[in-house]
């Protein structure tokens, strides 16, 4: 009895690694199932090709690499990271920082231009240090409110 309770056990643990890489797997044929989902012929043949290497011992990683051999790295639906894919990995990251440091640029040049216009109206204008500050009051705009949740919700109900 406890001999084939762990016969089912095996059994049922190597069905869930066949399934987990049959997930994983394209189907050719199809090309936008899983050959896990797929009920085309070649996709019944590779989830076979996987039972069958799985009982023959071999690992994850050994079964992939075959597949990749024989089918090309399009049959994975997570292609390896190496120098041809590096591009489609990075380009993300590359927009989404190159978007963030224009913002940034962008604002600290438009808060440092101001800063430099109203510095230039008064250069060489005989002015008292009162009027100075005055001026600069003026021509300097405030800072942005505050963009916290609580700034927002005074805002909305105008509680300033």
């Not at 009051?137 to 909305?156: K, Y």
């Amino acid at each position: 009895m406890e001999k084939r309770d762990e016969d089912l056990k095996k059994a049922q643990m190597l069905d869930a690694r066949a399934r987990n890489i049959s997930h994983n797997v394209r189907c050719t044929e199809c090309g936008s199932q899983s050959i896990e989902d797929s009920q085309a012929d070649v996709a019944i043949l590779l989830r076979q090709l996987i039972r069958d290497e799985i009982g023959a011992g071999k690992t994850d990683k050994e079964i992939y690499s075959k597949l990749e051999d024989e089918f090309g790295e399009t049959v994975l639906y997570a292609p390896k990271f190496d120098m041809q894919t590096a591009a489609l990995w990075l380009t993300p990251v590359l927009i989404a920082g190159g978007t963030a440091a224009g913002l940034v640029y962008s604002k600290h040049r438009q808060r440092t231009n101001v800063h430099i216009m109203a510095l230039d109206l008064i250069r060489g204008v005989s002015l008292t240090p009162k009027e100075r500050v005055t001026i600069l009051d003026l021509l300097i705009p405030p800072p942005p409110p505050p963009q916290g949740v609580a700034s927002r919700l005074r805002r909305s109900l105008n509680l300033r």
